[in-house]
């Protein structure tokens, strides 16, 4: 492997040669739904009753795959797998480790368009959303791979030194830990935390959402099938409830690396944090909430461009990303032209289902998360004035969950759909009466995950820099698409515990650091 880390690029599906490789991926995918999966648990496939289905979001009468419903004996049986694995795999050179990543990563790239494939019927993204995805997961495993290596051995550059003393900082892991995560990003943030975590010497059970298991499960089958040693990974489906609340209660377990809801978030915290009998460790907690984003748009803003980013953050892949824009926090005196130019664009916007490549709001994940922003556009009627969307332009008769893209105008900055996480693709438009205002509204909410200023003023756009309390900050773009190894994310306030996913110091979460101080005499002198 090189040093240097780029980016994957994502497919250009204008280049007909692409295109059709991606539909002919879609039609193989197609003739694979409704498959039976096993668990993985020490490099074996448990074969079990599958206890819950994944269904296409697009036509709920398409399962996609069945998976076994882990109980708590099978989860702990997994964890103390990983926890045997994690024996030999933590004395497996940080190279070889790495390796693993990198080997894989490169199956990912080569089976790009099939596993793409499987999250537009599994949890309803579009192509270019899904490949996005895709290249996202590389990057993530060459990443990690290659900062391993930065924080392989001694890192003695920093410490200072003592006369007829020896002294050596270095990184050792942790042990064995759970990951458990959403369905929205079901290749990207498992594997990430996933490689994260293993790449830096620990072993895993991960606890896949039970909206996307299947698209999880082909990665993982990846690595055992690369020859991964039994243990290191294992997969446990299952009701996050049961399994998951199992898992992150485990005397053993190590460490927890979550990310979904703040509520499940928040529950994962607390839980972890209390003592079990016979736990010998704090366990560590590392967790990636949700977001109630804003996009400032400045009175001096390009106002096409402003839309354009408004739209891309509010509705790419249907509202459903912890980095949607889903307030757009207006100057008054540009707010009637903005409005005006965003119903345009939104109308421009096609519902349908996603194997479609012309669509570009798909359906939303569920029955309840449909129930839920239905919900919401209720409340948002009471609360605002209906700009466009809402139920009444939803399609006739479709058995999927399609909610049109909904915009609320005159949104008051404490209404319910101003502070809430709706994860949907409904946005909030709300008047600021300067730039001032505009900022003490984006702040005004418990999260602080993203946040995007469209300002031409370099005055305003330092401010933003430096009071924004955001963890990723976009100036002039959207506020969605960040790119690991460039644009480090994760969240401040109740957006999660402040780590940086493909960042530098990701990996520091799953590492401890050792000191050791040697005094020297000349018959125990170290060789070299
Ligand atoms: P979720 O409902 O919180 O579920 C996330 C995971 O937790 C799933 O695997 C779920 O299993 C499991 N789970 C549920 N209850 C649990 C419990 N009591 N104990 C342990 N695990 C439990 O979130 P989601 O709907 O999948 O994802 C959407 C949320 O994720 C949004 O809030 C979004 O903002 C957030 N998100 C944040 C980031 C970030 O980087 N900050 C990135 C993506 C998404 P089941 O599926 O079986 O219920
Ligand atoms: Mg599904």
Redesign the pocket.
């Known amino acids: 492997m090189t040093r240097t880390f780029e980016n994957e690029p994502e497919t250009d599906f204008t280049v007909e040669a692409n295109a059709r490789a991606f539909r002919d991926a879609l039609t193989q995918v197609r003739g694979e739904l409704g498959r039976s999966y096993p668990l993985i648990i020490d490099g074996e496939e448990i074969h079990a009753e599958p206890g819950l289905s994944s269904v296409s979001p697009a036509d709920p009468d398409l399962v996609i795959g069945r998976f076994p419903a882990a109980g708590a004996e099978t989860a702990a049986r997994a964890l103390e797998a990983a926890e045997r694995a994690f024996e030999t795999w933590s004395r497996v050179s940080a190279p070889e480790r790495a390796h693993y990543l990198v080997a894989t990563a490169a199956e990912v790239r080569r089976q790009r368009h099939r596993l793409a494939a499987w999250m537009v019927y599994e949890v309803g993204k579009s192509w270019g959303e899904a490949d996005g995805e895709v290249a996202e997961c590389v990057d993530l495993m060459e990443y990690y791979a290659r900062r391993m290596l930065d924080l392989d051995g001694p890192q003695n550059d920093t410490l200072g030194s003592v006369p007829g003393e020896d002294n050596e900082f270095f990184y050792v892991s942790l042990g064995a830990g759970v990951v458990?995560?959403?369905?929205?990003?079901p290749l990207a943030?498992t594997f990430g935390m996933a490689s994260a975590a293993m790449v830096a010497g620990n072993t895993v059970v991960v606890?896949?959402?039970?909206?996307s298991p299947t698209s999880v499960y082909h990665v993982a089958r990846i690595l055992q099938d690369l020859g991964l040693p039994p243990g290191v990974l294992n997969v446990v489906t299952?009701?996050?409830?049961a399994v998951?609340?199992t898992l992150?209660e485990h005397p053993r377990t190590r460490f927890v690396a979550?990310?979904?809801?703040?509520?499940?978030?928040v529950?994962?915290h607390a839980r972890a944090a209390q003592l079990q009998p016979g736990q010998v460790w704090l366990k560590r907690t590392v967790l990636?909430?949700?977001?109630k984003n804003a996009v400032i748009v400045d009175a001096d803003a390009d106002l096409d461009a402003a839309v354009d980013g408004v739209v891309a953050s509010a509705f790419g892949f249907q509202g459903q990303?912890?980095s949607a824009g889903s307030r757009a926090v207006i100057d008054q005196r540009v707010y009637d032209d903005f409005v005006v130019k965003l119903i345009e664009r939104v109308r421009e916007l096609k519902v349908g289902d996603p194997v479609d490549p012309a669509v570009t709001v798909g359906p939303v994940v569920d029955e309840r998360a449909y129930r839920d922003i239905r919900r919401y556009i209720e409340t948002g009627a009471r609360e605002g004035t209906l700009l466009v969307g809402g139920m009444s332009d939803a399609p006739e008769g479709d058995k999927g969950y399609f909610i049109p893209p909904t915009v609320f105008g005159d949104v008051d900055p404490k209404a319910i759909i101003a502070q809430e996480?709706i994860?949907g693709p409904v946005l909030a438009c709300i008047k600021a009466k300067d730039f001032d205002d505009a900022l003490a509204i984006a702040n005004d909410t418990k999260y602080g995950?993203t946040g995007a200023v469209f300002s031409r003023s370099r005055t305003k756009l330092e401010r933003a820099r430096r009071e924004f309390q955001v963890g990723n900050l976009y100036l002039n773009r959207k506020s969605t698409g960040a790119l690991m190894g460039v644009h480090p994310?994760?969240?401040f306030k109740m957006?999660?515990t402040d780590s940086k996913?493909g960042g530098p110091d990701y990996l520091l979460h799953f590492l401890q650091g050792k000191s050791v101080g040697e005094r020297l005499s000349n018959s125990t002198a170290r060789p070299g």
């Open positions: 458990i995560s959403p369905w929205n990003f943030l606890k896949p959402a039970s909206n299952g009701r996050g409830e998951g609340q992150v979550f990310t979904g809801s703040m509520d499940v978030g529950g994962i990636e909430l949700g977001g990303k912890c996480e994860f995950l994310f994760g969240g957006s999660g996913a």
